[in-house]
């Protein structure tokens, strides 16, 4: 099932009805160890509303409270092969390569919620960076408790000229008004995700595709529970928190993004997120 945040209201999208969860409140219920049982208990005839999915989607918020947005990195080949190369002028390049294979994988802090932008919102690139790209990323929301309660859609925008020019840039290559977007929804699901899931991108240009690429979630090299231990290994997040999972799709070293244009991120199961470059 989906669960929707938006102006107005709480709506759960259940086998192709929705139904409102009357007094809930968003950011409580994205703590819940049960948000699937809790969810469920929402859809029965008396909750049931008349929606039309195009409509709630012009409506939703990013589908966050008080919880921050962490991020893995060079968690898959694409990623590792991409940050090797365009950090080998400045003699960063085998620190990526470490990370690949080391027990300990790369996490940052990517966005507090108050900076993170939802579904046909504007994202940001830089203005002192001209090579930026979007990164299209499975999203998980953790309860306090650790458990992964539910997915989303993640892009985690990226100055590839500022990180490249020195690892140690990297919290301004990835942290600016604008670098992070999520949504539309969370998907809720009573098992994992499947490691078949689809993740696609799509960059259009004045109505051109400048950009396509797909990965899968099994090309990640690492599981999504280690991911989950290694960040809440020494860190509480009372509220839960979101985190990016890395990117396994990076446009070749020519394309950088420009104002105007569209992305386009699909996750399988979950929905397609969309922010144009402001
Ligand atoms: O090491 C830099 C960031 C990597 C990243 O954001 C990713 O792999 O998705
Ligand atoms: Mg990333």
Not at 41 to 63: A, G
Not at 85 to 106: L, N, Q, W
Request: aromatic fraction near 8%; proline fraction near 5%.
């Amino acid at each position: 099932m989906k669960l929707y945040k938006t102006k107005t209201a709480v709506v759960v999208e259940f086998e192709d009805e929705f139904y409102e969860c009357p007094k809930a409140v968003f950011g409580a219920l994205i703590q819940r160890d049960d948000l699937f049982k809790t969810l469920l208990s929402y859809c029965v005839p008396e909750h049931r509303i008349d929606n039309d999915l195009e409509v709630l989607l012009k409506q939703v918020l990013p589908p966050i409270d008080q919880q921050e947005v962490w991020a893995a990195g060079v968690t898959y080949y694409r990623s590792k092969t991409a940050r090797m190369e365009e950090s080998k002028d400045s003699g960063g390049s085998s620190f990526y390569d470490r990370v690949y294979e080391a027990a300990r994988p790369e996490l940052f802090f990517k966005s507090t919620a108050a900076r993170v932008v939802g579904h046909q919102a504007l994202v940001r690139i830089r203005k002192d960076s001209h090579w930026s790209v979007p990164e299209p990323e499975l999203t998980l929301l953790i309860s306090p408790n650790k458990k992964i309660i539910g997915y989303t859609v993640g892009n985690d925008m990226s100055a590839r000229d500022i990180e490249g020019e020195n690892p140690l840039y990297l919290p301004q290559a990835k942290s600016y008004t604008g670098a992070a977007a999520l949504g539309p929804c969370v998907l809720v699901l009573e098992q994992p995700i499947s490691k078949t899931t689809q993740i696609a991108m799509i960059i259009h240009r004045n109505e051109t595709t400048v950009f396509e690429g797909t990965t899968k979630v099994e090309n990640i090299k690492r599981s999504l529970e280690s991911l989950v231990a290694y960040l809440f290994a020494e860190m509480e997040f009372p509220q839960g928190c979101f985190l990016m999972t890395g990117t396994g799709i990076v446009p070749d070293d020519t394309f950088t993004l420009q104002s105007q244009d569209r992305i386009e991120i699909t996750i399988d199961g979950i929905g397609t997120l969309i922010n144009t470059v402001a």
